[in-house]
């Protein structure tokens, strides 16, 4: 049986790369909206408009005055763009005027995930993510593929069927001394090696143990 100890204590050592997301970043309001972005889509298309985007925009003030028009011209090829302009422009608004620094930071207050989660398109898996990557959170962004992989893993049951439930679980079932990297090893692992399709269970360190990797699902 592949435990989450076991996964955790093993496949991070054969990740051929930094463990760490791979969303395109300025700062850490950038970042933000690189995760709002990010939903439903995938790292490599919104890193595709991100670095001219965040050039013309590296802060809220900035952002908020190219208007969603503005904003949208630049994130046309991200799926659900209209909303996400919308969510970008708004919390853009509602950020504006609290650090005029191009290095941008969140004030501490949004340091609470409960405070985080009044700005505008900032949900809970979106929250999740930005206190684990911009302040080492033990916090589970629970995206597609930790969503797909905890149930193929059979981590979590079948009613488990919202991300909201999947993050609960998991924070019971891993270590919590893995908390911090759950959601970059189990992104990295499934969006390369435990992939939604045609998973490379040979390449995989923990197959022997998994029950999936004979059947491929």
Known sequence: MLTP????SLVPKTINMEIRSELYSTNEFTFAVAVILSAQATDKKV?????????AAPTPEKMAALGMDGIKKYISQISFFN????????LAQQLS????DEKWCFPKKYHNRDELMKLPGIGQKTANVVMN???????IGVDTHVFRNAHRYGWVGENDNTPEKVEEKLLKIVPKKYHSIVNHVMVLHGRYTCRALSPKCEQCPVAKWCNCADKKI
């Not at 890193?47 to 050039?55: D, G, K, Q, R, S």
């Open 97 to 100: 005027g609290l650090c005029s």
């Open 47 to 55: 890193n595709e408009v991100t670095p001219a985007l965040f050039a």
């Open 83 to 90: 909303n996400k302009a919308k969510s970008i422009y708004n």
């Open 5 to 8: 100890e076991k996964y955790f």
């Open 133 to 139: 990557v911009l302040w080492g959170a033990k916090t």
